[in-house]
């Protein structure tokens, strides 16, 4: 066999669905890039903590993503902006310790990267050495391109992320679709591109108009993971509180609701609450003589 020619583990890499397929090993870049070639289309989910991790790995979800969201629905903040580079890394330490298969990427958060490709280096290597994830993420198009090269140069995977980068909620004003009117569409193709350019295995286009999506997706040779990007990407990720219906109140558009476990939780826990005032727990097969 020359040096040229694809290994047996190759092959079966460029092969094998990411659904069933791969079982012995964690999902890589190259098992993402088959699946695009080949038109497979996969789901990510964001995982914050080992035991919720485990379940979506058993169930088969290829990428999990410890993101900065993990600030709005379980730090308690407002936005993603005040998560720590410490808080990501215990984080996604805690997720890769819980999952066998899939390939966890974990975000670099505000003030981890945006200060030059040294510190965002720096920081992803944390995010490698300290909690063991396969790939780091990383919002800005254009502006990021430097630092995606860098770390891409420095054989860390990068998953780039544009359109609503929630980490630019203040410049926002909110948290606007991304990408309507010729210019903002042209701007948003050039930052896809540049991504890409750079060395991204994929790229996360959030809030953007689904028409322009496709066209994304269409262009470029790596996946795309849409959110709230219609149904073209080639990837869909959601928070999992959202999907799984623990998020109280309003749920953005894009999000879809396949369970409502806040509701089951909230009545476990009245029922528990009532067992106890009325004497019913601890019964005697709960109790130790």
């Known amino acids: 066999m020359n040096a040229s020619s694809p290994s047996p583990a190759q092959n079966q890499a460029s092969t094998a669905t990411l659904y069933g397929g791969v079982a012995n090993r964690r999902v890589t870049v190259r098992d993402l890039a088959a699946a695009k070639q080949r038109g497979e289309k996969w789901s990510m989910l964001t995982a914050y903590d080992a035991l919720t991790a485990g379940v979506f790995d058993e169930a088969g979800t290829p990428v999990l993503l410890v993101g900065d969201s993990a600030g709005n629905c379980h730090l308690g903040y407002e936005t993603t902006v005040p998560v720590t580079m410490d808080q990501m890394v215990m984080l996604a330490a805690a997720v890769v310790r819980g999952t066998k298969r899939a390939m966890v990427v974990a975000d670099l958060p505000f003030g981890a990267y945006q200060e030059s490709p040294a510190q965002a280096m720096h920081n992803a290597a944390r995010l490698m050495k300290e909690a063991g994830v396969g790939a780091v993420k990383l919002e800005g198009g254009e502006r990021s391109a430097r630092a995606i090269e860098l770390l891409v140069e420095a054989g860390v995977p990068v998953m780039a992320h544009i359109g609503l980068t929630p980490q630019s909620?203040?410049?926002?004003?909110?948290?606007?679709?991304?990408?309507?009117?010729?210019?903002?569409?042209?701007?948003?193709?050039?930052?896809?591109k540049a991504v890409q350019q750079a060395g991204a295995f994929a790229v996360v286009l959030e809030a953007v108009p689904a028409e322009l999506a496709r066209q994304v997706t269409e262009q470029l040779a790596v996946p795309t993971v849409g959110i709230g990007a219609g149904p073209d990407c080639d990837a869909q990720?959601?928070?999992?509180?959202?999907?799984?219906?623990?998020?109280?109140?309003r749920v953005p558009k894009f999000v879809k609701q396949y369970a409502d476990l806040r509701a089951v939780l909230g009545g476990a826990a009245r029922a528990f609450a009532e067992d106890v005032r009325g004497g019913a727990f601890p019964a005697p097969e709960h109790t130790f003589h």
């Open 169 to 192: 909620v203040h410049a926002l004003g909110g948290y606007p679709v991304q990408g309507r009117g010729d210019e903002a569409a042209h701007q948003l193709l050039r930052d896809a």
């Open 237 to 249: 990720v959601l928070v999992w509180t959202d999907f799984a219906g623990m998020t109280a109140g």
